[in-house]
């Protein structure tokens, strides 16, 4: 579904007038947080640690001042926490793809503030945790392949060229997730423990890109 969304969206910036359609490459270091479940039982929030993530903008403007855009965005993201002394880490891996209503205070101005606020898919591409057992207890991460959350922010476009076709953006992102991204339906031993449960989505990004009006 997401992709059809994104070939729409791809045919209409080509369909479209000049200086409508917008493409742009992105980088976004981002803090996570989730909360951890103990071998005991009892639940801590995690010590978030720098990630990153980056991906790619196609954005169609209907006037200077509202648009959408859809971005494809990898993003790797990594957690600490301590449970008696011991310290884990877990590492996890998404392919985000965000589609958001933008609203500009002029986009072909020098200087463009701009708002985004929609709905954003993630899909799991991968998920690791380190450290060794407690207890003999053995703590297992297990995350659902799909998640689904709330992405909003807020940044300044420059005009880097005379026409201001090359922008240079810089901004904040959020994401909040809607649903619980912890799967526990699979069978564990009596010797281990979910690691994640009942655990939402939640991140927070600066992003430094360029980007090219057609």
Known sequence: MSVAILAFLFILILNANAQRGE????FMPTYSSTNIQ????????GNATLGFGAGAVIGFNFTDYVGIQGEIIYSSTTQKYKEKDIEREINLKYVNIPLMLSLN???LKPVNFNIVAGPQIGISVG???????TDSLDAVLSVKKGDLGVAFGAGFDFGLNPAKTIRLSIGYRGVRGLIDISDDNNSIDNDSYYVLDKAHTKSNA?????SYLF
């Open 127 to 133: 998920s690791s945790i380190s450290g060794v057992a």
């Open 206 to 210: 600066a992003y430094i890109g360029l």
């Open 105 to 107: 205070t002029g986009k």
């Open 23 to 26: 493409f742009g490459l992105r």
């Open 38 to 45: 103990f071998s005991s039982g009892g639940e801590v929030q």
